[in-house]
């Protein structure tokens, strides 16, 4: 919810407090979460199989991301068909957008980090199967070598002459390249790893909550590149912890509202920017609507809705069509 407001208009209401503004202007570090939790998630769902099969996991993976990944190129035509070409549409649509500076933010812009995710997914079956599987610690070294490489590239870069500023290739090439953010993956792999083998349930709340805190203290304070997983020092404690606890935090998360919500965050984060351009020419069609705090509260609701609808009859029926196929082939 932080990357859809900080996508919203900057004059919006929640932009004139100093504090708060300076998280959401800083939110798409949530992205950078997101690799890291991705990459924890998948050592969760296969570290039990002596063998990934590369075919299978593939099959898995598009038909969990892809169908969505669709719906909000569609969604976006509906009001953005003028900026649709046949090259354009080729980048998005082979998921490659990211690997090439200056067209990582083409059409549905939020699906430059599936792109990247789709490197993740790539590389994914052999790291496991050559390495997680049969427990080679080599690879604990190369993520933390790549991780620090890639935050000093990262930070050098931005300050360096190439570095042309926000809206430029060369900015798209330190934010949005995918090489990039292989140190996000591979960082959650190893925590994921660590988890598995060495989970302890207790009541983590307060070092949960002391995390979270040094989250929002350094996006406010510390003037750096958080973009390509920097923040992996305080993500993967969070996500580790979380994972772990059985106190008050895991209590409220469980409940099913706030479940379900968790369930329909990929749905939301696709189709925001489509349905957010939807909405805002709707309203000033009709309503000749335009002011950006009325536009905030029909615009969250009717973003909430279509998610939970995406999700109820595209996503979730296409994972479980996929189960039934997997089922019915063993």
């Not at 500076?101 to 980090?113: Q, R, V």
């Not at 973009?227 to 059985?246: K, R, T």
């Amino acid at each position: 919810m932080a990357i859809v407001i900080s996508h919203f208009n900057k004059d919006l209401f929640l932009y004139k407090i100093r504090f708060i503004s300076d998280i959401f202007l800083r939110a798409n570090v949530g992205v950078s979460y997101f690799f890291i939790l991705s990459g924890f998630i998948m050592i969760i769902a296969y570290h039990k199989k002596e063998k990934i099969g590369y075919l299978d996991f593939y099959r898995n993976r598009v038909a969990r991301i892809y169908p969505l990944y669709i719906v909000g190129l569609l969604l976006y035509f509906f009001t953005r068909y003028s900026d649709i070409s046949f090259y354009k549409s080729f980048l998005y649509l082979l998921g490659i957008q990211s690997w090439i500076p200056g067209k990582a933010l083409i059409l549905n812009f939020p699906g430059w980090s599936i792109s990247v995710e789709f490197l993740f997914y790539l590389v994914f079956p052999w790291l496991y199967n050559y390495l997680y599987s049969k427990g080679n610690k080599s690879i604990w070294i190369i993520a933390v070598l790549i991780w620090i490489g890639t935050q000093v590239f990262s930070n050098l870069y931005v300050h360096s002459p190439a570095y042309k500023g926000p809206h430029t290739e060369s900015h798209e090439f330190s934010h949005y390249f995918p090489l990039w953010h292989i140190n996000e993956f591979l960082i959650g792999n190893i925590a994921g790893l660590l988890f598995v083998k060495n989970r302890k349930e207790k009541n983590y709340d307060l070092a949960v909550v002391v995390f979270f805190m040094a989250i929002l203290l350094s996006l406010i304070f510390i003037p750096l590149n958080f973009h390509n997983g920097l923040m992996a020092v305080f993500f993967v404690p969070v996500i580790y912890l979380i994972s772990c606890n059985n106190g008050l935090i895991t209590k409220i998360f469980a409940i099913k509202p706030l479940e379900f919500l968790g369930e329909i965050s990929y749905a939301v984060y696709i189709i925001h920017i489509p349905v957010l351009y939807i909405v805002r020419s709707f309203l000033w069609d009709y309503f000749q609507m335009s002011e950006s705090n009325t536009l905030f509260w029909i615009y969250m609701p009717v973003l909430m809705i279509v998610s939970a609808a995406l999700y109820q009859f595209v996503e979730k029926p296409m994972r479980d069509y996929l189960r039934k196929v997997n089922f019915l082939r063993r």
